[in-house]
């Protein structure tokens, strides 16, 4: 098993080019994620998805989308990148968040916008 | 509002030293679960350990283990003797029941020979 794979591992944007960061799974998740995490703060949750079709927002969703067309894969879309969105984004996977499964986690996709 | 605190930014040991790091974590759910994760210095998340808010018994691990107090609301995680390789970024992690996965800010382990 592959488990959960996202590419790039790097990326340099300009300000205001967008892209799509991609997160795929092979595990039959039901729970799917997008984190961000910078230095003293922790993974902080951009979007999340309870299923195939069903999306939310996280903690910190502003300028970035996402949707999930299949089970297996989870993008993450930066409309105009910033900045601000520099930072290393991890996807993660868990089997049901109601029962409280451990999460899974890509190998991260370190972002520099200058 | 569901919250995890981790007070130690960073801690440095000498090898072979025991060390300590706490989780103090808030939600008003009586069904949660708790995690700890490993961050080498390679970057990736490691998965540590567990738990549900109705077991609370501590569990060790070789040389980690773990001390769960729901009257404290603190799940710490102790590593005895120390090693280089123990190094890290620790994140203790908490899912309310039905809800998201929230982290703590982390604390970075320096163990040095």
């Known amino acids: 098993n592959a488990g959960v794979t996202q590419t790039p591992k790097f990326q340099v944007l300009k300000t205001g080019q967008s892209m799509t960061l991609q997160c795929a799974q092979d595990?039959?998740?039901?729970?799917m994620s997008w984190y961000r995490q910078d230095p003293g703060m922790g993974l902080r949750l951009i979007h999340y998805?309870?299923?195939?079709?069903?999306?939310d927002q996280g903690e910190v969703p502003n300028g970035y989308n996402v949707s999930r067309s299949t089970t297996e894969d989870f993008p993450l879309r930066l409309l105009s990148a910033a900045p601000s969105q520099t930072s290393v984004y991890f996807c993660?996977?868990?089997?049901?968040?109601?029962?409280?499964?451990?999460?899974?986690f890509g190998q991260g996709t370190r972002l520099t916008v200058v | 509002a569901q919250k995890v605190t981790q007070a130690q930014t960073e801690i440095s040991v000498v090898e072979k030293e025991d060390v300590t790091l706490d989780c103090v974590y808030e939600?008003?759910?009586?069904?949660?679960?708790l995690f700890w994760y490993k961050q080498p210095p390679s970057g990736e998340l490691v998965f540590l350990i567990r738990?549900?808010?109705?077991?609370?018994q501590n569990e060790i691990s070789g040389r980690y283990s773990w001390n769960f107090q729901k009257s404290t609301s603190s799940f710490n995680f102790t590593i005895t003797a120390s090693q280089v390789v123990d190094s890290a970024v620790y994140f203790c992690?908490?899912?309310?029941?039905?809800?998201?996965?929230?982290f703590g800010a982390g604390t970075i382990l320096r163990v040095k020979s």
């Open positions: 939600t008003r759910d009586t069904t949660y679960y």
């Open positions: 738990r549900n808010s109705f077991d609370e």
């Open positions: 595990m039959n998740h039901e729970y």
């Open positions: 993660a996977s868990s089997y049901s968040v109601r029962e409280g499964t451990e999460a899974f």
């Open positions: 992690a908490l899912i309310p029941y039905g809800n998201k996965l929230v």
């Open positions: 998805s309870v299923g195939a079709g069903i999306t």
